[in-house]
């Protein structure tokens, strides 16, 4: 796999995430409140509308703009740290690793995003009041089974995340 294929895995997954996030978003009254979706067949399933200003499952919801500020910031760090040793340790990885650290990579990307721009762009009804780095992450996809709301870039993190654990010898034998 080439540098430019990983560049192009994260951006197209990214671009996913954002898309569902902004048609979720334009559609909340509609998918809130009606019903004749789709998913309304599946007994388990459900797509709905939440906005969440923590982090994972919710955690640190209602921490104060300091907090929220602090990891925004956090997650760009992330973000862009992961990116760029992917980028230049990639000769190092095989295409597994690089397809693990894209979902990572494309996950926090997505979500960062969310919490960057989303309030300054109005994507968010709540509101935290500080503009850019003070925006709420869109989820939407709820299983009866799994009481928190998630979305498609916490998905690619959980998939990453997970095939990283069962596979991690496997990922860890390259010498960085």
């Not at 109005?122 to 780095?133: H, T």
Request: charged content about 10%; glycine content about 10%; hydrophobic content about 55%.
């Amino acid at each position: 796999m080439k540098k430019g294929y990983f560049v192009v895995f994260v951006f197209v997954l990214i671009l996913l995430d954002q898309l569902l996030k902004v048609w979720v978003f334009s559609n909340k009254e509609d998918i809130l409140f009606n019903s004749g979706w789709w998913w309304d067949s599946v007994p388990f399933f459900n797509i709905t509308y939440l906005e969440n200003p923590g982090m994972a499952f919710g955690l640190l919801k209602g921490s104060g703009s300091f907090v929220k500020f602090f990891l925004t910031f956090f997650r760009l760090f992330a973000v862009f740290f992961m990116f760029f040793y992917v980028f230049y340790k990639y000769s190092s990885f095989s295409n597994f690793t690089v397809f693990v650290f894209g979902l990572l990579v494309a996950g926090a990307g997505g979500n960062c995003i969310d919490s960057v721009f989303y309030e300054y762009f109005g994507l968010n009804v709540v509101s935290v009041g500080g503009g850019l780095f003070s925006g709420n992450v869109i989820d939407m996809f709820h299983f009866s089974f799994f009481p928190p709301v998630f979305n498609l870039a916490d998905s690619y993190i959980t998939i990453g995340c997970v095939l990283g654990l069962i596979f991690y010898r496997k990922l860890s034998s390259v010498s960085v």
